[in-house]
């Protein structure tokens, strides 16, 4: 088993398919009276949060939880990072304290890799800058494979700022490795001119929602900013809706089994329709679930749970 | 059915020959043609080119009507041999939107003299700040495939790259108006002459 957790490259099949099966077994923890587990007790996992989140945050507390591990939580507000103490220094702040490991979210692409540098322990990658987000693409693989079965050979659209976003780089490069083709959608000022060579050959990219619908098994709708309007990334709301937005009509030009997906959390109305989002191929909600499962799986296997 | 013979004619300046045209399609050239049903127009000394396009016109409608119309400016484009033109954004209200250009198109379809082909302007109101709804005028039934500021340089390096990405969606170009304002707006030495006889 890897050490760390930085990228959703970092992970070959075998290991990707390790902790999916071993998300299988926690989710079941969550159907009992009692939702934990023994495996991590007395271990230490700290949240080191640089980033305002909300469920990615709560996700990997009450993973932690119910592997029995001891929470303490950081977030840079209100703390000494405030006062100007380097990443460097909270980090050896942490290794002192007997940090197991560090879940961290930051800013700064890259942050977690240079963290890793300089702490014993296990290092997670919960979303750095717009670099990469790895466990949010193992619990979309882990939702996309309870859904539909496998994952070898799905066909994939990532739609909507690509350029800004973690998400779509950490599926890329997962999916890929687990034999799904992916397609990248959204107007061109949103998506890098090099993305697939720099990720993953064999990726590719359209501008064409309509033309991309009727041939996938999964389409993943990325949260859109619209803050992003005002850099004039596209011109307005209504026309990013209008031309890559998933509504209800476009919905139904998807195959028959095939399933939307979104990250959270959304915009109604901006890149997904409340019809969209509400319908039965919708997964969104699923996600945040098995999101628990599949952390709780990264951390025991990360800490060595198997091995004690 | 209608034919016409041109005779004697220099295409697009070559050695003079014959031109026979049926139904509004070049059907044979070569010297010494003849068809009894075809109106014979004598070409000597004439030069017969294809229908030109004029990508940079202005049609003033809607809004300066007083000036020039879609349908006048299609009678004067068609008599000086073109066959298309591309009508600038800058009209009143400015072809920024779907409705304008779908607008003039439909005025253009309405005269049947040319091919009335709606630019759409590259930011809203030609102002050079945000973007128009490029997409929106793309897919209306104008179809844009050309955006402009017309006179106004779309000045900001960001906006403009961004405009050129944006369109890659639906193969449309930007032409811009290639003057940095700030390096053309700091005044020139003028004088006003006096009129002959003032004191």
Not at chain 1, 136 to 150: C, I, K, P
Not at chain 1, 231 to 251: I, K, N, Q, T, V
Not at chain 2, 10 to 20: C, Q
Request: charged share 20%; proline share 5%; hydrophobic share 40%.
């Amino acid at each position: 088993m890897i050490k760390h957790l930085l990228s959703g490259g970092d992970l070959d099949a075998d290991t990707a398919t390790e902790i999916l099966d071993t998300a299988a077994e926690m989710a079941t923890v969550a159907g009992r009276e009692i939702k934990k587990l023994p495996a991590l007790r007395g271990r230490t996992v700290v949240n080191l949060f640089y980033e305002d989140s909300t469920r990615t945050r709560i996700s990997f507390e009450a993973a932690a939880k119910r592997l029995s591990a001891d929470v303490i939580n950081f977030s840079a507000k209100g703390s000494s990072v405030t006062k100007g103490e380097s990443l460097k220094d909270t980090a050896l702040t942490l290794q002192a304290m007997g940090a197991d490991a560090v879940v961290v979210r930051h800013p700064a692409s890259g942050a977690p890799h240079r963290l890793a540098n300089w702490v014993d322990g296990s290092v997670v990658n919960a979303g750095d800058g717009t670099h990469e987000h790895p466990t949010q693409a193992l619990l979309d693989a882990y939702t996309m494979r309870s859904r539909l079965g496998r994952l070898a050979g799905l066909s994939v659209a990532v739609v909507g700022d690509v350029l800004h976003s973690r998400v779509a780089r950490s599926n890329v490069l997962l999916l890929t490795t687990l034999g799904a083709k992916v397609t990248l959608v959204g107007p061109p000022t949103l998506i890098p001119v090099d993305i697939a060579g720099a990720l993953a050959p064999g990726t590719d990219v359209s501008y064409d929602l309509d033309s991309v619908l009727p041939n996938v098994d999964v389409v993943m709708m990325l949260r859109v900013q619209r803050e992003r309007m005002n850099d004039s990334y596209f011109p307005s709301a209504r026309e990013y809706a209008r031309r890559y937005g998933l509504d209800g009509p476009r919905m139904r030009r998807l195959p028959e089994h095939a399933i939307v997906m979104h990250p959270g959390p959304m915009n109604r109305g901006m890149e997904i329709t409340p019809e969209v989002a509400d319908s039965r191929r919708s997964t969104i909600v699923e996600q945040v679930t098995n999101g628990v499962s599949v952390r709780m799986a990264v951390l025991y296997l990360l800490l060595g749970g198997n091995n004690r | 059915m209608t034919a016409y013979l041109i005779t004697s004619v220099s295409v697009v300046g070559a050695a003079p020959t014959d031109l026979l045209i049926r139904d509004g399609v070049v059907a044979e050239v070569g010297p010494g043609l003849s068809a009894p049903d075809a109106t014979v127009v004598d070409g000597a000394g004439l030069v017969a080119l294809p229908g030109l396009v004029d990508l940079h016109t202005h049609l003033r409608e809607p809004g300066r009507e007083d000036a020039e119309t879609v349908e006048s400016g299609s009678r004067a484009a068609a008599l000086g041999g073109y066959t298309a033109v591309c009508a600038m954004a800058n009209t009143s209200p400015v072809a920024d939107t779907a409705g304008v250009v779908e607008q003039v198109w439909r005025l253009g379809r309405e005269a049947g003299l040319v091919d009335v082909q709606p630019i759409g302007a590259v930011t809203v109101g030609l102002a050079g700040e945000r973007l128009a709804e490029l997409g929106a005028m793309a897919d209306s039934a104008a179809r844009v495939r050309i955006f402009s500021d017309d006179g106004h340089c779309v000045a900001d390096p960001k906006l403009m790259r961004r405009a050129l990405e944006y369109v890659k969606a639906f193969d449309g170009i930007i032409a811009q108006h290639a003057e940095e304002p700030r390096l053309t707006e700091a005044p020139r030495c003028t004088r006003v002459r006096s009129p002959p006889g003032s004191a």
